[in-house]
């Protein structure tokens, strides 16, 4: 599978500088009327119904071009605020009509910046519920709602996203009302915007089918059992069918045979990584933190449900997926641009022998 980074690049000697745009804009097909959009100023793109330069401009059913593509627009793994690094989310586009997988904060930025845009977002799965993959989903719908979005927006994830729907609506509840008040606004957010929960399942179980992509989820095993026990919320893992390509994402976990299961043969299999040092001290200092009768701690909860470059490989090689893409990042110093990230593929590629590819922002595969 040809895979492209979204980074400012030359062609060969001589020729002119190949800009993020361009390279966005070649993997998506987008049409030269439809980058046209791009110039208009930002204020005349968010009042346009269906704004959004990748598909927008274009019908939905034809779609700018052919074929199923993954366009990252955050990595970063875990809560903190990162500006080299939005947090976790990614895009799925087919045949032109893209699809959200998580949102966490940056992605609304990251949507713009890659050319997909946000306006034709219809369709959100979450794999879980942490805010990592959430931060930006309030944003999202007000500002779709804002921009003139009169269609649906249909959000799928584990138990409380029905809920988290319901809360994004009270987040902007205000803007609605004077809008709709002081400019005449007539769609009812209420009747556009719908939270779906998805049941938990060991065994993968189809969540969402339309004419361009089947997907199922399995649970994964990001949170342990003494947790499930006192809480509804489960984790996910989404396997994504076109038809040309199966793109799998492992959600926040670690080495989980739900998820070997799930990703059996795909193409692209999507997975969070931790640096393993990272690991050893987080189990250090929960160890420490029992010894001193805390039992429940985030160094417990970081040591104990995430993948080690050992658990990724394990789960790639037993499902005989042909390419990882490492995404959810945890590294060995987080918050570093140029972080090196063979302490990752070389660790992976001990005990996986396909392509592994650290995911960037903006790259598109």
């Known amino acids: 599978m040809a895979t492209m980074k979204a980074e400012d690049r030359e062609s060969s000697a001589g020729a002119s500088p190949i800009s993020r745009r361009d390279v966005l804009s070649s993997a998506l097909g987008l049409s030269a009327a439809t980058l046209a959009s791009s110039a208009l100023p930002t204020a005349a793109l968010a009042q346009a119904p269906g704004a959004g330069p990748a598909t927008g401009a274009l019908p939905v059913k034809t779609g700018p071009n052919p074929g199923a593509w993954v366009v990252l627009l955050g990595t970063r793994g875990g809560p903190g605020i990162d500006l080299a690094h939005p947090q976790t989310s990614a895009a799925v586009v087919v045949d032109g009509r893209p699809y959200l997988v998580d949102c966490g904060y940056g992605a609304l930025r990251q949507l713009v910046a890659s050319n997909v845009g946000f306006q034709q977002i219809n369709t959100v799965f979450f794999t879980h519920l942490h805010n990592d993959h959430t931060g930006d989903f309030a944003s999202l719908l007000s500002y779709q709602w804002t921009s003139g979005k009169s269609t649906p927006t249909d959000a799928y994830g584990p138990y409380g996203t029905g809920k988290l729907v319901e809360g994004a609506l009270a987040f902007f509840r205000a803007n609605l009302e004077i809008r709709t008040t002081d400019e005449g606004r007539t769609v009812d957010a209420d009747k556009i ?173």
């Open 193 to 365: 915007f719908h939270g779906h929960d998805i049941t938990a399942s060991a065994t993968p179980v189809p969540v969402f089918k339309d004419d361009r992509v089947t997907v199922t989820a399995a649970e994964n095993t990001h949170y342990p059992e003494r947790s499930k026990a006192k809480m509804p919320h489960r984790s996910l893992a989404l396997r994504f069918e076109t038809k040309n390509r199966t793109i799998v994402f492992s959600g926040d976990t670690t080495y989980s045979p739900n998820v070997v299961n799930l990703a059996r043969n795909a193409d692209l299999f999507f997975c969070e990584i931790i640096d393993a040092t990272v690991l050893e001290q987080m189990l250090a200092r929960a160890k420490q933190d029992a010894a001193e009768g805390v039992q429940v701690s985030i160094a417990r909860h970081v040591a104990e449900t995430h993948s080690s470059p050992t658990d990724v490989a394990r789960m790639a090689s037993e499902a005989n997926v042909k390419t990882v893409v490492l995404y959810h990042q945890v590294p060995g110093n987080p918050g570093t641009p140029g972080y090196p990230v063979t302490s990752f593929t070389d660790a992976v590629r001990k005990g996986f022998s396909g392509e592994v590819i650290v995911g960037q922002e903006l790259m598109v595969l």
